[in-house]
């Protein structure tokens, strides 16, 4: 039977062997990226260009997809069956598509658009492969009725020449509906004629001619052809047909037609499904009941039948001195030089039906609906432990692929802060990142933090100097390596926390947001300034890896490294996040925290409530009372003169929330983002019915408030610009429900604005505690700590780096930026400012549903390139601002 569906049982041939092995690869290959079709169709082919990877759907529809982001760029449409195959030009400027409706179309890969639509002059069927050869200028393709066809842009169709020769297009039944093509799972693809009609306005339609037909070209259907140059024994360009037949033809591509050369003769009871040639002349050939057929071509000999899978052999690729299978069990099996078997992967949930190649990757695709990246290491290299020693030669590959290598293995180490556990993997962390900055080209060193705690991390970009400039803008860079604990004890995350997931064009993974990724893009982007000698600042790094933990002894490290942080003229971070999805933001201000903690206790022991109950005054009774007066029902603060030094709002600073109104009204992610780290906006509507995506729980705004611009801008003020006072957690010296505790602690915490001081802030907290406390006539004692205190941080927007910043993202993104504050605070920013008298600069690279210090943190890869661009042109603008 010629369906490759369609399982035949056959006795295996003499020499067929089975090279499977137990074994488990030292470096087993990794999926690195998955997506998904949007149309929830099987990914019948693919075939990838340097900028994009092309789909082929079983929806008829061809889908786009950027390399470097994994997102989809665009639909192609126009076929009105599968996309069976796919196939690009030499110099990949024209795409070419075959269907099961029997047509050919040609795409341009510049403008995306369909420029040809060719067709037969006789009814194909489903046309399942098409190659062009750039010397002769022709397609050529394989279809259901048995025959090679091909078509020359030599033609005077070609440029819309209409002549009375042209052949007559045959009716063809199955638009008609009295056939089904087994791809069509006998499903109606048929388009309103006026709607195709639209699409192809512009397209060139043209027929192929009777004599450029090779009619019943095998006894089967034509499943697969290969177009090749200058096999063995014969020169010149060649095609190879495989046929549901069980043959292999090779055919001479002559200047009137082609010319049957040769004929590999196989089993009929094993259709050939899929070819690929390998450079030293052997043809792989996937067939039916899962054997890959090897011949050599210069002997005509088949040397080996593999036995590879369980079911039919789909697709069939060369990586390396081997070769790769796909199948219809579901498998893709991976075999080394010398066809031994080296690994199995079955990740796809379905059957594989599709696979092509672009760099190192492999990509396959399924019948799940999905395409997966597939990192292939290089059998024949030696092992080595990644960024330990300066000749590894990090500079030789492309800077975004080894930024993402180098972001997934950071990722793996668990940084995380505050915890003794993780204190030799923080270490781990920070010493790879200073071998990163080494090898990337700055002068690095790790900087001792405080006793028990993480070291810092310097690293020192040089920028070239001309002759006569005495100096050179020096730009200070700050972030941190430490991470929120991950232990996805309750199965929140999709996919291991530490193991950076690829996924529909976001990267998963702890630190992949917070604050890993922004990190290296920055330092990547400085690198490729540096290589392309276009480096005019210095830049300096400091990464430090207590920042979620309140990064205890960073101020004290660097004051006593102070001459490594001379000249600094501006101090740049990205640590926090977009307003939603679908705007980038600038953040020009934050607000400071005062952590405090009241405790109220006595000398007693703790007593049983049963015997001493209302008997003596209680540590918690009184602790709640005190805490019942700090803030009013209206969320108001009650502490006397908290409000009197806060900054009255200017009318220009007033107008920097109507843009930001004005989106949240019209924008759909404006509705729909989660919580970020410091800044999204939400309501208090309930969100448990909105809990279940897999990446976000999405808080709304209310409905009666949508549109209330008024009420929209106060819900920001409140949230950026007015001071707030929080209760986090209560404990008690013993947790016991018949126990009175004789201590209860609160944690408390105090967000400060322009223009409070922390020092006031603290001695009317203080005292307004005391105050409360001493209302209560108790018997207990009350103590106040105030844990620790960071300022507020306000940049000036009128000042010459906001001007550029905003220029770079408006650049990159195509429309200008959001200027936003946030409520979070981040203690070193104002810090810095002081510090190195220069002003402090904050671009945000993450989106609102980065899930920031929550599980699925994630970062898009759009968003990671675009942050590396926006500091590229941030920096080589610097040197020619004007004050």
């Not at 529909?504 to 330092?523: F, V």
């Not at 803030?631 to 003169?641: A, E, S, T, Y």
Request: charged share 20%; aromatic share 8%.
């Amino acid at each position: 039977m010629d369906s490759p569906f369609l399982r035949t049982e056959s006795p295996t041939p003499l020499g067929s062997l089975s090279q499977l092995t137990n074994s488990r690869p030292l470096h087993p290959t990794r999926c690195i990226h998955t997506i998904s079709q949007e149309d929830n169709n099987s990914v019948l082919s693919l075939v990838a260009s340097q900028r994009y990877l092309f789909s082929g759907s079983q929806s008829s529809q061809i889908h786009v997809w950027d390399l470097q982001t994994f997102t989809l760029v665009t639909v192609l449409k126009g076929h009105r069956g599968s996309v069976l195959g796919l196939k690009l030009s030499e110099d990949e400027q024209y795409l070419f598509s075959s269907s099961g409706d029997g047509t050919v179309r040609v795409w341009n890969t510049e403008t995306l658009k369909c420029a040809y639509l060719i067709q037969s002059c006789h009814d194909v069927g489903d046309i399942f492969s098409v190659v062009y050869s750039d010397i002769t200028n022709k397609i050529y393709f394989g279809s259901q009725n048995t025959s090679i066809q091909w078509y020359d842009f030599a033609d005077p169709q070609t440029h819309g020449a209409i002549n009375s020769d042209i052949p007559l297009i045959p009716e063809s039944p199955r638009k008609l509906g009295t056939t089904i093509n087994f791809f069509e799972d006998g499903e109606e693809h048929d388009e309103e004629d006026r709607i195709q009609a639209e699409l192809d306005k512009d397209v060139i339609k043209c027929v192929i001619r009777e004599k450029n037909v090779c009619s019943n070209a095998h006894d089967g259907y034509l499943y697969c052809l290969l177009h090749a140059k200058d096999i063995p024994n014969m020169e010149g360009e060649v095609l190879i047909s495989g046929s549901g037949d069980g043959d292999v033809k090779i055919w001479a591509i002559e200047s009137n037609g082609i010319k049957h050369v040769h004929t590999l003769k196989g089993n009929p009871d094993k259709g050939v499904l899929c070819l690929a040639l390998s450079e030293d002349g052997y043809l792989f050939c996937g067939v039916q009941g899962g054997d890959v057929q090897i011949w050599d071509l210069e002997t005509h000999q088949m040397i080996r039948s593999v036995m590879a899978h369980t079911d039919d052999v789909l697709a069939v690729s060369i990586k390396g001195p081997g070769f790769v299978s796909a199948s219809a069990d579901g498998s893709i099996k991976i075999w080394s030089e010398g066809f031994q078997f080296r690994e199995s992967l079955s990740d796809h949930q379905g059957i594989v039906l599709s696979s092509t190649t672009s760099g190192n990757y492999l990509i396959s695709g399924s019948n799940d609906h999905t395409i997966k990246f597939w990192d292939i290491p290089s059998y024949s290299s030696p092992s080595f432990e990644p960024f330990r020693r300066s000749s590894i030669g990090l500079q030789e590959a492309p800077s975004s692929d080894t930024m993402l290598y180098v972001l997934e293995k950071w990722i793996a180490m668990r940084t995380v802060s505050g915890n003794p556990k993780y204190m030799e993997e923080c270490r781990r962390g920070a010493r790879f990142l200073k071998n990163i900055l080494q090898q990337l080209g700055a002068v690095s060193r790790m900087i001792p933090g405080a006793c028990g705690r993480n070291p810092l991390v310097y690293g020192k970009f040089i920028g070239k100097r001309s002759s006569s400039e005495k100096s050179i803008p020096t730009v200070l860079i700050y972030g941190h390596y430490d991470v929120i604990a991950a232990e996805n004890e309750q199965n929140l995350w999709g996919t291991d926390p530490f193991n950076m997931t690829g996924k529909n064009g976001y990267l998963y993974g702890r630190g992949t947001s917070d604050n890993k990724g922004p990190i290296l893009a920055c330092i990547f982007a400085v690198n490729e300034l540096l290589k392309e000698g276009l480096l005019d600042v210095n830049v300096i790094f400091l990464i430090e890896g207590e920042e979620e933990s309140g990064s205890v002894g960073f101020y004290e490290a660097v004051n006593q490294n102070k001459e490594l942080f001379q000249d600094v003229d501006m101090v740049l971070l990205s640590n926090s996040y977009w307003l939603g999805e679908d705007v980038p933001c600038i953040t020009y201000g934050l607000r400071g925290v005062i952590h405090a903690t009241v405790s109220i206790s006595n000398k007693r022991a703790d007593l049983h409530s049963g015997v001493e109950g209302g008997a003596v005054s209680e540590p918690l009774i009184d602790l709640i009372h005190v805490l019942g007066k700090l803030v009013d029902n209206n969320k108001k603060v009650l502490i006397p003169g908290f409000y009197d030094n806060v900054r009255l709002i200017t009318e220009s600073e007033e107008r920097l929330y109507d843009p930001i109104v004005e989106w949240m009204k019209t924008s759909e992610t404006a509705q729909s983002s989660t919580r970020a780290h410091h800044s999204t906006i939400v309501s208090s509507n309930d969100c448990k019915q909105n809990c279940g995506n897999e990446t976000q729980c999405k808080i709304l705004i209310a409905k009666d408030e949508e549109l209330d611009a008024e009420k929209l801008k106060q819900k920001l003020m409140a949230r950026w610009r007015y001071p707030t006072l929080t209760v986090h957690k209560i404990d008690v010296s013993i947790n016991n429900p018949t126990i009175i505790p004789r201590n209860a602690k609160a944690a408390v915490s105090m967000r400060v604005v322009p223009d409070q001081t922390i020092t006031d802030i603290c001695g009317q907290f203080e005292k307004y505690v005391q105050d409360v406390f001493s209302q209560n006539n108790s018997d207990n004692r009350i103590s106040i700590t105030i844990e620790s205190a960071a300022e507020y941080w306000l940049g000036d927007l009128n000042s010459k780096y906001f001007k550029a910043v905003e220029n770079a993202i408006a650049e990159e993104w195509n429309m200008k930026p959001l200027y936003i504050r946030e409520g979070g605070s981040i203690p070193a920013v104002r810090w810095l400012e002081k510090f190195c008298s220069a002003p402090a600069i904050h671009i945000p690279f993450g989106q609102s549903s980065d899930q920031a210090h929550l599980h699925n943190e994630r970062i898009r890869l759009l968003n990671l390139h675009a942050g590396r661009r926006i500091v590229k042109s941030l920096l080589t603008a610097l040197p020619n601002l004007k004050d």
